[in-house]
């Protein structure tokens, strides 16, 4: 996982990226990359920006080093966009433009939006965007003529081939409350048939129905081990930044490479990954560089939460 993939997962690093964009489409001041932060300040709905944060932004996006500054006692007013700035910039707008990935995203988007309230028309695109670009017209139409297909969900549709009134189905709440992607449901041969049986003291345990001689394993989910990858990836890809004191270095390396060698294992405890994953967090929340921590700890948290 890039740093681009890492700060995008936290609303504080998904702003961050905003700002860095934003500072690339000022005019600049000279031949060397030197923007005004002004514009920024006074415009900052233009990009889906607070003025309060851009101090503070900026200062997060210096120790990454995709910008330099200076902070005077009138605050910061100029900065120089590095290289490194630019490239996360070109990676951000590429990502927030990637078709495939805006249209999965989007029928799990209107989903669960549906999920929680009726559909009325104009509220989807108001709370919901791709990493904050918002969903067109057409893509909000392709993503519920396709969870129409797939059964996720019913409605009514107009002469232009769109669906209003729409309503979700039993199958579309069961991939909500799953935690999993429809987009995983149909193409990763999982059933939507709930298939497992509760044991008392025991987590993601698997058990083949209507077999004999049936032994028990701890087993994770393909999306479970994803998220734990992308707690790995987002460590390694912010581990410098997070300027961890030697002591606590070492200990968070030890813990990444026990989750590395458990997720690596048929037989990985569950237990053993949430111990590793919530001492990770606290080594993180009390000795990283704030504003990176925040990135980080926003990924283990999504992989605590699907552990279950």
């Known amino acids: 996982?890039?740093?681009?993939?890492?700060?995008?997962?936290?609303?504080?690093?998904?702003?961050?990226?905003?700002?860095?964009?934003?500072?690339?489409?000022?005019?600049?001041?000279?031949?060397?990359?030197?923007?005004?932060?002004?514009?920024?300040?006074?415009?900052?709905?233009?990009?889906?920006?607070?003025?309060?944060?851009?101090?503070?932004?900026?200062?997060?996006?210096?120790?990454?080093?995709?910008?330099?500054?200076?902070?005077?006692?009138?605050?910061?007013?100029n900065v120089f966009i590095q290289q490194a700035g630019l490239d996360a910039t070109k990676?951000?707008?590429t990502f927030i433009k990637d078709k495939?990935?805006?249209?999965?995203?989007?029928?799990?988007?209107?989903?669960?939006?549906?999920?929680?309230?009726d559909d009325a028309p104009g509220d989807f695109h108001s709370e919901c965007s791709f990493y904050g670009s918002p969903y067109s017209e057409q893509e909000l139409k392709d993503a519920k003529n396709w969870l129409d297909e797939e059964g996720f969900i019913v409605g009514k549709k107009s002469a232009d081939n769109d669906i209003y009134y729409a309503e979700i189905t039993s199958k579309g709440n069961r991939a909500v409350e799953s935690g999993r992607s429809v987009n995983e449901w149909q193409a990763g041969g999982i059933s939507m048939t709930d298939r497992s049986i509760n044991i008392t003291g025991s987590q993601n345990v698997n058990v083949a129905q209507d077999s004999s001689n049936v032994t028990q394993s701890n087993t994770l989910t393909r999306e479970q081990?994803?998220?734990?990858?992308?707690?790995?990836?987002?460590?390694?890809?912010?581990?410098?930044?997070?300027?961890?004191?030697?002591?606590?270095?070492?200990?968070?390396?030890?813990?990444?490479?026990?989750?590395?060698?458990?997720t690596?294992?048929?037989?990985?405890?569950?237990?053993?990954?949430?111990?590793?994953?919530?001492?990770?967090?606290?080594?993180?929340?009390?000795?990283?560089?704030?504003?990176?921590?925040?990135a980080v700890i926003s990924v283990i948290e999504q992989a605590i939460q699907f552990l279950g």
């Open 100 to 117: 495939v990935r805006r249209n999965r995203a989007c029928r799990d988007a209107y989903l669960h939006w549906l999920y929680e309230g």
């Open 264 to 294: 690596a294992d048929v037989n990985a405890e569950p237990g053993k990954i949430r111990q590793a994953l919530e001492r990770l967090t606290g080594i993180v929340a009390e000795h990283g560089t704030k504003g990176v921590s925040t």
């Open 91 to 93: 990676e951000y707008r």
């Open 1 to 77: 996982m890039s740093v681009v993939e890492s700060l995008i997962q936290s609303p504080a690093g998904l702003r961050q990226l905003r700002l860095m964009q934003a500072l690339t489409e000022l005019e600049p001041l000279d031949g060397d990359r030197q923007v005004g932060v002004s514009p920024i300040r006074a415009e900052g709905a233009k990009w889906g920006l607070e003025s309060a944060a851009v101090t503070s932004d900026l200062k997060y996006l210096q120790s990454l080093g995709m910008v330099e500054c200076f902070e005077s006692l009138a605050g910061i007013n």
């Open 225 to 262: 081990l994803g998220k734990i990858s992308d707690v790995i990836d987002s460590y390694r890809a912010l581990s410098g930044a997070l300027n961890l004191p030697e002591e606590q270095l070492e200990v968070a390396e030890t813990l990444v490479g026990e989750l590395e060698e458990e």
